[in-house]
């Protein structure tokens, strides 16, 4: 069992920039994947940003690549996403995830999931 905790989130005005941090606890993740998606309101549930907790892989969405950074920090188990220059279209929960089959792109590839943070972006 895996328990997500995030933090951070907010409201911004566009430009702006927030931090988001997702600490992970219980059983050993080290070969995790550990992807940050966001739902809004009647969309559906995506992959914004992911790593691979082991080799340090990125992959990001196209809509926030070079805005947005996902990192982690090993001793402390827990995975950041540092968003930059956000707009009003980011405005979204922001959900942390981790999957057991790398930086997979579906949500439902993710085992287990955080309780969701609201990022809101004012224009």
């Known amino acids: 069992q895996v328990q997500l905790v995030e933090s951070g989130g907010g409201l911004v005005q566009a430009g702006g920039s927030l931090g988001l941090s997702c600490a992970a606890s219980?059983?050993?993740?080290?070969?995790?994947?550990m992807g940050w998606f966001r739902q809004a309101p009647g969309k559906e549930r995506k992959l914004v940003a992911a790593?691979?907790?082991?080799?340090?892989?990125?992959y990001y969405e196209d809509s926030v690549k070079g805005r947005f950074t996902i990192s982690r920090d090993n001793a402390k188990n827990t995975v950041y996403l540092q968003m930059n220059s956000l707009k009003p279209e980011d405005t979204a929960v922001y959900y942390c995830?981790?999957?057991?089959?790398?930086?997979?792109?579906?949500?439902?590839?993710?085992?287990?999931w955080g309780q969701g943070t609201q990022v809101t972006v004012s224009s």
């Open positions: 995830a981790t999957s057991s089959r790398g930086v997979p792109r579906a949500w439902n590839e993710y085992d287990y």
């Open positions: 219980g059983r050993t993740f080290s070969s995790y994947g």
């Open positions: 790593i691979n907790w082991r080799t340090g892989y990125t």
